[in-house]
């Protein structure tokens, strides 16, 4: 698998002015593992990016490294034209904010926003911390002791502080990791709105693939110490290209099939006598056997021989083993005819009851919505473990 990634087409000013992060052959080996592998990567200057990945896959080891805490065993990193690959922490025009917030309880929010400042010998900080605190919306709590506010307070003053050393790059490390799932939905949006005012270069480290879709403009998935697959959200999660992303971004069905070779501008797939087809720019196979996949809110049910809306390529003589009713959608997992199960996520729009356990259905699912991959990868890779 190729290992040059660039998230999005180079800039005008790539050759001049511009000041891409960029990682070149980057590794990081311990005694007993490598949990970086050779990994070059540009991230354009003023993008939301993402790094993605189970524990133990090398994003947080990458991080580390941009901000300077960890030293590549080999590789580079660039700012722009300068290298920063073993220059201190201080020294480099990077911040990172962790997951543990490290403010200081015993100083009041605008004195640990303009901490960093002071550090450095600047004295009249007062306008500055003014303007971070507009910023994050926390004018008001101005005077309040870290302990007085809550997760997501303590977290827009974390960036805050951060922010006001003005970096060319901030890292965040699993930030929202600490707090509550309504709190952190919040913030998403927070960190958004303000990535987008200031316009700097964020690199944002989680394993949450619903925090990396709702705020990333790219993500890199990562895998055993290598990038899996990179692009826009929409991009991996409709069209990912191996079975791990294909997994791990989302949930997935992908069902056993021979491949019968290229129909114009499509792929034809035999399942289990059935023929489906496959738009080939989604297919990343073209002969022997391959894994279709279809995600579950694309697959249509209906009961044995009643009329499916929008009807496509269509598996019929399956029936309901489970149904889940989650509210906005009613998830069913339907067994095959020849004994594989998949999920459907049909939204409950009243238009039909829910079917029930044991009921015979038929399924169906639009060409343009399914992908194709080789079938030599592990259709579980990407599964985590509850």
């Not at 030293?71 to 990193?77: A, D, F, L, R, V």
């Not at 403010?103 to 640990?112: A, E, G, V, W």
């Not at 302990?147 to 827009?156: A, F, L, T």
């Amino acid at each position: 698998m190729s290992q040059v990634h660039e998230a999005t087409a180079p800039s005008d000013g790539a050759a001049g002015g511009s000041r891409d992060l960029r990682l070149a052959n980057l590794t990081k080996e311990y005694a007993t593992f490598t949990a970086v592998k050779s990994l070059d990567l540009v991230v354009p200057q003023g993008q939301f990016f993402a790094l993605l990945g189970p524990s133990g896959c090398g994003k947080t080891t990458t991080l580390r490294m941009v901000a300077g805490l960890e030293t590549p065993t080999s590789g580079t990193i660039h700012l722009g034209q300068t290298e920063v690959t073993y220059e201190k922490p201080y020294k480099r025009p990077v911040n990172t904010v962790f997951q543990n917030y490290a403010l200081f309880p015993h100083l009041d929010i605008s004195k640990n926003v303009a901490f960093g400042l002071e550090r450095r010998g600047i004295k009249d900080s007062k306008r500055q911390v003014a303007e971070m605190l507009e910023l994050v919306e926390l004018t008001s709590q101005a005077h309040k002791k870290p302990q007085q506010m809550s997760g997501g307070q303590q977290q827009r003053v974390a960036l805050a502080r951060a922010l006001i050393n003005k970096p060319e790059v901030l890292l965040l490390d699993e930030p929202l990791g600490a707090l509550d799932l309504k709190l952190r939905r919040g913030m998403q949006l927070e960190l958004k709105r303000i990535q987008t005012e200031v316009g700097l270069t964020f690199v944002h480290v989680t394993h949450d693939q619903e925090e990396a879709m709702t705020m990333a403009d790219t993500i890199a998935v990562m895998n055993q110490g290598v990038i899996e697959q990179m692009g826009a959200p929409s991009e991996l999660y409709e069209n990912p290209r191996t079975t791990f992303v294909a997994n791990f971004l989302g949930q997935s069905n992908l069902i056993a099939g021979e491949i019968e070779g290229r129909d114009g501008d499509h792929v034809k797939v035999r399942v289990q006598g059935a023929i489906a087809s496959v738009p080939g720019d989604r297919a990343h196979s073209d002969s022997g056997r391959g894994w279709l996949g279809i995600r579950p809110e694309k697959v249509l049910i209906a009961e044995a021989g009643q009329p499916i809306d929008a009807p496509g390529d269509l598996i019929e003589g399956g029936y309901v083993t489970d149904v889940s009713f989650v509210g906005v959608s009613t998830q069913y997992q339907v067994k095959l005819p020849w004994g594989q199960e998949i999920m459907v996520f049909e939204q409950n729009t009243g238009s039909r009851p829910i079917l029930t356990v044991g009921t015979k259905v038929d399924v169906s699912w639009r060409p343009e919505y399914a992908f194709l991959l080789d079938a030599s990868q592990d259709a579980k890779a990407g599964i985590e473990e509850e």
